[in-house]
């Protein structure tokens, strides 16, 4: 036990070190804020006139869960910068000179981006609630959200994390950051049901991690929510992926040091 112990608190440690970034400027968590509440009043109220979008109920209860995913990706697919900037700052040497496993950095970082995408639930959550939508505050419901939002952060940061190994630079990770953002969050069910996908869309919406996120929050964030895929099989693909892409991650970490 005492290697698994130590290789946890190693992941704690990194996590802890991220987390203290957020501690010393809140202010980022009320910027945050403005983006899903854009899209929540604005976006939402006008597709909201569109009759049958949302398989005949509200739309606006169909939209709050996949603007609650789109929250935590667009935090979370940026975060690959801040390995950059850490590199700059010798930080990353540091990392690269400790006794810790690479996963175990890795994770530590994916698990930081967890926590920041909790805080963006918080908000949405709120925004909800007085917009009128049926959110579930079910114990078991909430617990089941949290767990998504960390899995799903965990991934995309990691996704990011690689994207920021290959291409090593600040501004060449900002144009590839905008490039991928956007087509992942189109291609996913957050603001439109599969169904009325053509049907090559339909195939990426399928290979899409976002659209099994989007689904489990849909059904546990929505009073009455129902899946598509079953709960079971959303959180397999999301921690597969998030597996995978740790793996991978942990072995191109070390070259962004080069």
């Known amino acids: ?45 006008v597709m909201a006139q569109v009759r049958g979008i949302a398989d005949g109920g509200r739309y606006l209860d169909f ?18 910068i801040a390995a950059i900037w850490e590199r700059d700052l010798g930080v990353l040497h540091r990392y690269m000179v400790s006794p810790a496993p690479r996963s175990a950095l890795v994770l530590g970082k994916a698990g930081s981006s967890g926590v920041r995408g909790l805080s963006q639930a918080v908000i949405v959550y709120g925004l909800a609630v007085l917009m ?26 990691t996704f990011s994390l690689i994207i920021a190994c290959i291409v090593k630079t600040r501004e060449r990770f900002m144009g590839i950051g905008q490039v991928l953002t956007m087509p992942i969050f189109f291609a996913s069910n957050a603001i439109y049901p599969i169904e009325l996908m053509p049907g090559w869309l339909k195939a990426i919406s399928s290979a899409n991690p976002l659209t099994y996120e989007v689904d489990g929050l849909r059904t546990l964030m929505l009073t009455g929510g129902t899946t598509k895929y079953g709960l079971g099989f959303d959180y397999a ?22």
């Open 1 to 45: 036990m005492a290697p698994i112990a130590g290789y946890i608190t190693q992941v704690y440690a990194v996590a802890d070190a991220e987390i203290q970034k957020l501690r010393h400027d809140p202010s980022e968590l009320l910027t945050r804020a403005l983006q899903p509440a854009i899209w929540l009043l604005l976006f939402g109220q």
């Open 63 to 80: 939209l709050a869960p996949g603007i609650l995913a789109q929250s935590v990706l667009f935090a979370a697919i940026f975060y690959g």
């Open 132 to 157: 009128g939508i049926d959110v579930s505050f079910a114990p078991a419901h909430i617990a089941g959200v949290a767990l998504f939002i960390a899995i799903g952060s965990a991934l995309f940061s």
């Open 237 to 258: 693909v999301l921690i597969a992926v998030t597996a995978g892409l740790v793996a991978i991650a942990a072995r191109m970490y070390p070259r962004l040091t080069g």
